[in-house]
C-alpha cells in the first residue's frame, strides 16, 4: 500500500471546481459564487470553473472529461467538487488510471464522491473525504471556524495533526431555494462528543465513506481494497441527508462482516449519522434517538466480527458541520489509552 506524497498549495494557487455528481451550479448559483468568493477571501486561492462545473444533467462523458482536465492541467494545484449526487457509480470506474497517476493532486469531496475518493485510493493516490464548495466553503454567513482549521491542514500544511471533537454541531439546513437564507445563521446544537469502545492503540490508512455508496461498491461488485490491504486498514464511514434506518446500516455493516473486511481492519470510525433533512424534519428528540440507535447498531454487528478493535462514533466528518476534511488514504493512529486520534494530513 504505497501512496503518493501530495503536494501542499501555495497562496495564489489555481483549484479546480469541478460537478463529477450533480451539476449545483447551474441549480443554485448564488451558492456557487459564494463558495468561489470564499475560497479567494479565506484561503487566498484562485478558483476555476471547468466546462460542465454548472451544467444540470452533464453527460458521464462530460464529466469524466472535467475530471481528466483538471487533473492534467499543470496550472491547477487542486480539485474541489461542488456537491455529491448519486450516480458516481455507473462511471468513475471506467475511467482511464493515467491522467491521475500521472498527474496526482489533492481532491476534495464526499458523499457520492465517494467513488472518486477509492479509485484514487485504489490508484495510490489520496485524498480529503469532506469540504465540498456548497456545504463547507458557501456556509451561510461565515464559515465554520472548526472547519477552516482542518482545511488549512490539508490544503497548506504538512504532518500529523490531532483530530478534535467541536463543541457544537448542525445538521439543519437553510434552503438554497431563498436568497435570503445566505444572510441567516443555522442553528447548531450542543455536541455529545465522541463515543469510543475499544482499549487497543492502532493505527492503518483510512479507507470508506458514505455508507450509501459503500453499500453501491459492494452491490455493483466495484473494486475496493483486497483483504489482504483491509488488515491494514482503518474503516471510516457516515450516512447521509438519506437518514437511513438502523437496519438499513446493520445490512451495510453485515455485508462488510460477511466479506470478511469487519474481522481484519485495525479501527472504525463512524461520522456523526445526519439526522434531519428537509423531507425528514425530526426533532430534537428524535435526532438523538436516531443517532443512539445507529451508533448501537454498528457497535453490536461489528462486535459480532471484531472483538477488539477500536470503535470511536460521533465524529465530525461527513454529512455535519463543522466537519474535518478526513484524510483518505492517510496513516490514522488511534491512541485508545489516551483517548486521542491523529491524522496525517
Known amino acids: 500500500m504505497e501512496f503518493i506524497k501530495l503536494t501542499k498549495l501555495n497562496k495564489g494557487d489555481r483549484v479546480a471546481i469541478v460537478s463529477p455528481s450533480f451539476g449545483a451550479p447551474g441549480v443554485w448559483p448564488h451558492i456557487y459564487e459564494l463558495g468561489l468568493k470564499r475560497i479567494r477571501e479565506v484561503f487566498n486561492l484562485e478558483p476555476v470553473e471547468f466546462s460542465v462545473t454548472k451544467k444540470v444533467g452533464a453527460s458521464k462523458e462530460e464529466r469524466?472529461?472535467?475530471?481528466?482536465e483538471a487533473f492534467e492541467n499543470k496550472e491547477i494545484k487542486g480539485v474541489i467538487a461542488s456537491l455529491g449526487g448519486d450516480d458516481q457509480v455507473t462511471y468513475i470506474k471506467n475511467l482511464s488510471i493515467e491522467p491521475f497517476t500521472d498527474n496526482p493532486k489533492m481532491f476534495f469531496g464526499f458523499s457520492d464522491n465517494t467513488h472518486f475518493?477509492?479509485?484514487?485510493?485504489?490508484?495510490?493516490?489520496?485524498?480529503?473525504?469532506?469540504?465540498?464548495?456548497?456545504?463547507?466553503?458557501?456556509?451561510?454567513?461565515?464559515m465554520d471556524d472548526f472547519t477552516v482549521k482542518y482545511l488549512n491542514h490539508a490544503l497548506f500544511e504538512q504532518g500529523e495533526f490531532e483530530l478534535e471533537s467541536s463543541d457544537v454541531y448542525?445538521?439543519?439546513?437553510?434552503?438554497?431555494?431563498?436568497?435570503?437564507?445566505?444572510?441567516?445563521?443555522?442553528v447548531y446544537e450542543k455536541n455529545d462528543g465522541w463515543f469510543w469502545d475499544g482499549e487497543t492503540d492502532v493505527e492503518g490508512i483510512t479507507w470508506g465513506g458514505c455508507l450509501e455508496s459503500i453499500d453501491e461498491l459492494l452491490r455493483h461488485n466495484v473494486q475496493i481494497p483486497t483483504l489482504k490491504e483491509f488488515e491494514n486498514?482503518?474503516?471510516?464511514?457516515?450516512?447521509?441527508?438519506?437518514?437511513?434506518?438502523?437496519?438499513?446500516?446493520?445490512?451495510?455493516?453485515?455485508?462488510?462482516?460477511?466479506?470478511?473486511?469487519?474481522?481484519?481492519?485495525?479501527?472504525?470510525?463512524?461520522?456523526?449519522?445526519?439526522?434531519?433533512?428537509?423531507?425528514?424534519?425530526?426533532?430534537?428528540?428524535?435526532?438523538?434517538?436516531?443517532?443512539?440507535?445507529?451508533?448501537?447498531?454498528?457497535?453490536?454487528?461489528?462486535?459480532?466480527?471484531?472483538?477488539?478493535?477500536?470503535?470511536?462514533?460521533?465524529?465530525?466528518?461527513?454529512?455535519?458541520?463543522?466537519?474535518?476534511?478526513?484524510?483518505?488514504?492517510?496513516?490514522?493512529?488511534?491512541?485508545?489509552?489516551?483517548?486521542?486520534?491523529?491524522?496525517?494530513?
Not at 64 to 68: E, V
Not at 117 to 142: D, E, H, K
Request: contains cysteine.
Open 64 to 68: 469524466s472529461k472535467d475530471l481528466i
Open 170 to 186: 448542525n445538521d439543519i439546513g437553510l434552503n438554497w431555494n431563498d436568497v435570503e437564507n445566505t444572510n441567516k445563521e443555522r
Open 117 to 142: 475518493c477509492n479509485f484514487l485510493w485504489l490508484n495510490g493516490i489520496p485524498s480529503y473525504y469532506g469540504a465540498s464548495l456548497f456545504t463547507q466553503f458557501a456556509m451561510q454567513v461565515r
Open 233 to 345: 486498514i482503518i474503516l471510516i464511514t457516515e450516512t447521509s441527508e438519506e437518514v437511513p434506518s438502523s437496519h438499513d446500516v446493520f445490512r451495510v455493516y453485515r455485508a462488510l462482516g460477511e466479506r470478511g473486511i469487519l474481522e481484519r481492519v485495525k479501527g472504525v470510525l463512524v461520522g456523526r449519522p445526519k439526522a434531519w433533512h428537509f423531507n425528514k424534519q425530526n426533532t430534537t428528540e428524535q435526532k438523538a434517538e436516531h443517532r443512539k440507535d445507529q451508533r448501537e447498531t454498528i457497535l453490536n454487528i461489528v462486535r459480532q466480527y471484531n472483538k477488539t478493535v477500536p470503535i470511536i462514533q460521533n465524529m465530525d466528518f461527513g454529512h455535519t458541520d463543522p466537519q474535518i476534511c478526513m484524510p483518505y488514504g492517510a496513516k490514522v493512529r488511534i491512541v485508545s489509552s489516551e483517548k486521542k486520534i491523529f491524522a496525517e494530513f
